[in-house]
């Protein structure tokens, strides 16, 4: 490690460590070579190998977030309550300047803040430190533009993947309930149904269609073990399945009469029927129904 950054630190003895960890996705949080776990200890290797042994009793924090800070508009929350809870003469480290962000604009402003509290951030694996001097302080910007230039690289390299994956007919995207991503004969993602998925929504279609509450059918599935991708269900997780893969079967209550001169999408026996205005859909006021969220009606 440089020697120049151990005796800056030394010199000014901060009481207070920071350990900054940000992976883009939840799948990365778990990946071995760049997970929060990893960029964690690496930090905290960094503090033992070289700063135990300087007589100073730091109180380390950890603040570690999952999101992209490849758009200025993302709300990196730990990052944010970092600075914010940051005291002066404090010392933050992380495992690599990419993991601080890819966007120059939010590492900007972020360094300002540091450098606002009198305080100081390092980077491990780059072996450079902030607002120590000026030249260090160049070479952590350029290692900032160098990781934004990658990043737009990477994106790029994304864009044209998934360009020719969608002129295949591929999906990209996480599946909607009831279905899974799998490949075709030119190995190209495409959604397919998950049979043990789709069981559990024609349970709870059945379960609404005979009159079921959310709360019930979530006590049923519960009940029966039935889990919503290994979790508990809740009315909730019933209640936003159904309103956005099928909203046919929500309903709010019964024989409920339309407003005056308004349409009426109607389906009989699950099959859509049409629209009716309200003069033709008085005609059938005698008949028992259910009326859908939707706006669509289930006659009995």
């Not at 135990?52 to 929350?77: P, Q, R, T, V």
């Not at 690599?96 to 009198?118: A, D, H, P, T």
């Not at 160098?146 to 994304?158: F, P, Q, R, V």
């Amino acid at each position: 490690m440089d020697k120049n950054i151990i005796n800056f630190i030394k010199k000014n003895k901060p009481i207070n460590a920071y350990i900054y960890s940000r992976v883009s996705t939840n799948k990365q949080a778990d990946k071995d070579s760049h997970s929060l776990e990893t960029q964690r200890t690496i930090c905290k290797e960094y503090i033992k190998s070289n700063l135990k042994n300087m007589d100073m009793n730091l109180d380390i924090s950890i603040y570690e977030d999952i999101g992209s800070s490849w758009n200025d508009k993302k709300i990196l929350y730990q990052l944010n309550k970092m600075v914010k809870n940051l005291e002066e003469n404090s010392l933050v480290l992380i495992s690599k300047i990419s993991r601080l962000g890819r966007n120059i604009k939010q590492v900007m402003n972020i360094l300002k803040k540091i450098e606002k509290k009198k305080s100081y951030i390092i980077s491990v694996e780059e072996q450079i430190c902030y607002n120590m001097s000026r030249i260090m302080n160049n070479d952590f910007m350029i290692k900032v533009i160098e990781s934004e230039k990658e990043s737009n690289i990477l994106s790029e390299s994304i864009r044209k993947k998934q360009k020719i994956i969608k002129s295949h007919g591929g999906y990209i995207g996480n599946p909607p309930y009831g279905y899974k991503v799998g490949r075709n004969y030119r190995n190209t993602p495409i959604l397919m149904e998950n049979p043990d998925e789709i069981i559990i929504i024609n349970t709870i279609i059945n379960l609404v269609n005979n009159n079921y509450s959310y709360e019930n059918i979530s006590n049923y599935l519960n009940t029966n073990n039935i889990l919503h991708k290994k979790n508990k269900w809740t009315a909730n997780a019933v209640k936003y399945i159904l309103n956005k893969y099928h909203p046919e079967h929500t309903f709010i209550e019964f024989n409920l009469n339309p407003k005056p001169n308004s349409n009426v999408n109607i389906v009989y026996d699950g099959v859509y029927d049409g629209v009716y205005d309200t003069e033709s859909y008085d005609m059938l006021e005698d008949i028992n129904y259910v009326k859908l969220r939707s706006g669509k009606c289930i006659f009995k």
